[in-house]
């Protein structure tokens, strides 16, 4: 039985026709038959073709798009983000536009990052609370929410 990478790679370096049918497509990608459709009502990929009988068919480079798509989604990035990112690979574009559009992605990862990094302080802080507290099976809420609203009034004043 290979692994899916196998598979991946078979599929990439075979001698079968170039186009491959929705149901192959999305077994390789593991997701559902329903997230290709959704992704091409989404304009985000695009069949190549359709058979006489109407199934779609797609190159094998769509594979790598929506494994790009979910890698993507699964980073947080909108819809709408990864179909600008997939349109500047797809078509390029004036350098100056492109850069200004890494340069504002690069912000907003830093945002991302900066976001996160607060809300790791926060659990941290819950979590070394109820490692030092006493024995009982249970936590008392009213620390726990103290220490939320005082860590979120220290994070908005830091923020200003």
Known sequence: MFCAREEIFMAQNSSQPEAITIGHLSSLAQVDVGTVRFYERSGLLQAQDRTRSGYRLYSRNSLARIQFICRARETGYSLDEIKEILQLHDQGGP???VEKFTVSMIAQIDEKIHALSKWRQLFSEISDYI??????????????????????????????
């Not at 620390?143 to 994070?155: E, F, V, W």
């Open 95 to 97: 350098k100056a536009e």
């Open 131 to 160: 490692e030092c507290s006493d024995d009982s099976d249970y936590i008392d809420a009213e620390a726990i929410d103290t220490l939320m609203r005082s860590h979120c009034n220290m994070m908005s004043r830091k923020d200003n």
